[in-house]
């Protein structure tokens, strides 16, 4: 049997295994099912972009959130030295965090800016839970 003839259902329970950043890379352009499966109907995507390098953090943002960024239920961002800018440039393709209709968990580490932090606890008053570590605004 070949792999994309599983059931969705247990391709779902699979990439639910998975960060987004690898299920992305996994998956995304094997086949027009698959890039259907990731753009249309997996909704369950959690990114954790803290060690991600810069180059691939853009590929990811400037390819596919703006076409998941409703279905993004968990994520983590960092403006620490391995990651510089990195909040900034998600906010030049996602301009306002309001977009994250499913979010429910945002982890921010190394924020040095009172105006994102401003702009985050304003337009995520919705999340269930957010953590802040290491500010120095």
């Known amino acids: 049997m070949k792999f994309e003839l599983l059931p969705n259902e247990i391709l779902f329970d699979l990439f639910n295994y ?40 853009d590929i990811i943002c400037s390819q596919h959130l703006p076409f998941i960024v409703d279905r993004i239920i968990d994520l983590s961002l960092s403006d620490g030295e391995n990651t510089p800018g990195q909040i ?24 040095h ?15 269930n839970h957010h953590i802040f570590n290491q500010l120095s605004t």
Request: charged share 10%.
């Open 18 to 57: 998975l960060n987004g950043i690898d299920l992305l890379h996994a998956f995304y352009g094997l086949n027009y099912h698959f890039n259907f499966l990731l753009y249309k109907q997996y909704r369950s995507y959690r990114f954790i972009f803290n060690l991600i390098s810069k180059y691939n953090f």
């Open 113 to 127: 800016s009172y105006n994102i932090l401003m702009k985050i606890v304003n337009e995520c008053h919705h999340l």
């Open 88 to 111: 900034n440039l998600l906010l030049s393709y996602i301009p306002s965090f309001s977009q994250f209709t499913q979010l429910r968990s945002l982890s921010i580490f190394h924020l």
